[in-house]
């Protein structure tokens, strides 16, 4: 079975631009979520979704968005991008239930200039 | 509030030790999950173990162990006669109710031959 893939895989932005990354997951899971991982700040998570509906949401601004397709294949988007967005952005996947394990993608490294 | 603590930032041991990951964690949930993940250098959470709450039996898997004690609120991680291929970020993380996993800060291992 194919694992979660993420494109792009590497990622050169500049200040105030947008970006959107795409997420597959396993096939047969449902639910996606999205982390942030920074030296400083370490794995944060920025927002879950199942079934086309987010089901929670990280301590993020606003500038932070994403949505679910009826695949289940998910994207997240960053408006006016700043260097701190610089960061590996990692999803996973899962079943259903909260209990379920998520199993990671290789993740995107988006570099803000 | 959920969180958890991985007081250790960073192990260094010789080839043929064993290693113990120390994992700390608090939650209000009567019903939760453990992880482990390990990210090797090339950047990717490769899920370990689960556990949940109700079960506190201990797990042995290969050169992996692990300890969990509900009553210290500890999910430590041993790794007997570490080999060099163990070098990497180990990640503790807490799933409650709430659709988030909670992640430590991690620890780094280094392995040296």
């Known amino acids: 079975k194919a694992g979660v893939t993420q494109t792009p895989r590497y990622l050169i932005k500049t200040r105030g631009q947008q970006v959107t990354l795409s997420c597959s997951p396993i096939?047969?899971?449902?639910?996606v979520s999205w982390y942030q991982q920074t030296p400083g700040q370490g794995l944060q998570f920025l927002f879950e979704?199942?079934?086309?509906?987010?089901?929670n949401k990280g301590n993020f601004p606003g500038r932070f968005s994403g949505r679910q397709f009826s695949n289940s294949r998910s994207e997240m988007n960053v408006s006016t991008l700043e260097l701190g967005d610089s960061a590996l952005y990692l999803c996973?996947?899962?079943?259903?239930?909260?209990?379920?394990?998520?199993?990671f993608g290789p993740g995107t490294r988006l570099l803000v200039l | 509030a959920q969180k958890v603590t991985q007081a250790q930032t960073e192990i260094s041991v010789v080839e043929k030790e064993d290693v113990t990951l120390d994992c700390v964690y608090e939650t209000r949930d009567t019903t939760y999950y453990l992880f482990w993940y390990k990210q090797p250098p090339s950047g990717e959470l490769v899920f370990l173990i689960r556990?949940?709450?109700?079960?506190?039996q201990n797990e042995i898997s290969g050169r992996y162990s692990w300890n969990f004690q509900k009553s210290t609120s500890s999910f430590n991680f041993t790794i007997t006669a570490s080999q060099v291929v163990d070098s990497a970020v180990y990640f503790c993380a807490l799933r409650g109710g709430g659709f988030k996993t909670i992640f430590g800060a991690g620890t780094r291992l280094f392995v040296k031959a």
């Open positions: 556990r949940n709450s109700f079960d506190e």
């Open positions: 096939s047969g899971h449902r639910s």
């Open positions: 979704y199942f079934s086309e509906t987010q089901r």
């Open positions: 996973a996947s899962g079943l259903a239930g909260y209990q379920e394990t998520q199993y």
